[in-house]
């Protein structure tokens, strides 16, 4: 089966644009889950989907951040507008059901210049 | 709260030496335990897990024995390679808020 599948792999723009991810996870999957990993710090949790339902967003840092999985299917970050201190990488990634293993995308790597 | 603690990096290693990389965790209740890996330009990939006390996890020549009493996951292998040098993460999982906490990953370098 193919695996949790992020775009772009590379993102690149200036302080104030809008950047937008995508993550389409593991078919069959509920179970959606956005992190980042800022500055080589810790992977950080953002947010938690069932199907098309936001079940956790308690990491969510502000209000720049939209997170959304229209029909349960594939999910979209939106960042707007980006800061400098967005930069990091984006990981996307789904499971079966609450406390399976959750399986990771290759990430997004976002730099805001 | 909740949080993982493993050893600081980077490692650098001698092809075919023993690895160990510390991982400590501490958080309420019985946490299923985790070591994810990350190799250069690649994703998370999940390497092993263990879910309950005394449990051992076992992958590609890797393991690592849940300790409840040192509230430890240590991750072993007997002979690294080359092809094993990457980013390595310890993790928690609860099922109360099911995310994913992350150690803050230990970078492993092996030279031929």
């Known amino acids: 089966e193919a695996g949790v599948t992020q775009f772009p792999s590379h993102s690149v723009i200036e302080k104030g644009q809008t950047v937008t991810l995508r993550c389409d996870p593991i078919s069959g999957h509920d179970n959606l889950y956005w992190y980042r990993r800022v500055m080589g710090k810790e992977i950080k949790f953002l947010l938690h989907f069932v199907k098309e339902s936001k079940q956790d967003e308690s990491g969510m840092p502000n209000n720049r951040f939209l997170a959304e999985r229209t029909g349960g299917t594939y999910s979209t970050l939106k960042v707007q507008p980006a800061e400098l201190e967005d930069s990091g990488v984006y990981f996307c990634a789904s499971s079966r059901g609450q406390a399976q293993p959750q399986h990771f995308g290759d990430g997004t790597r976002l730099s805001i210049l | 709260g909740d949080s993982v603690t493993q050893m600081e990096g980077p490692v650098t290693l001698s092809e075919e030496a023993f690895l160990t990389i510390n991982c400590t965790y501490t958080?309420?209740?019985?946490?299923?335990l985790f070591w994810y890996v990350q190799y250069p330009g690649e994703g998370l990939q999940l390497l092993l897990k263990a879910t309950k006390a005394d449990d051992k996890g076992s992958n590609k020549g890797f393991e690592a024995t849940y300790r409840k009493e040192t509230t430890s996951f240590h991750l072993e292998k007997g002979s690294v390679q080359v092809s094993d040098s990457a980013v390595y993460f310890c993790?928690?999982?609860?099922?109360?808020?099911?995310?994913?906490?992350f150690g803050p990953g230990t970078s492993l370098s092996v030279i031929p």
């Open positions: 958080a309420t209740g019985y946490p299923s």
């Open positions: 993790a928690l999982l609860k099922t109360s808020y099911d995310k994913v906490i």
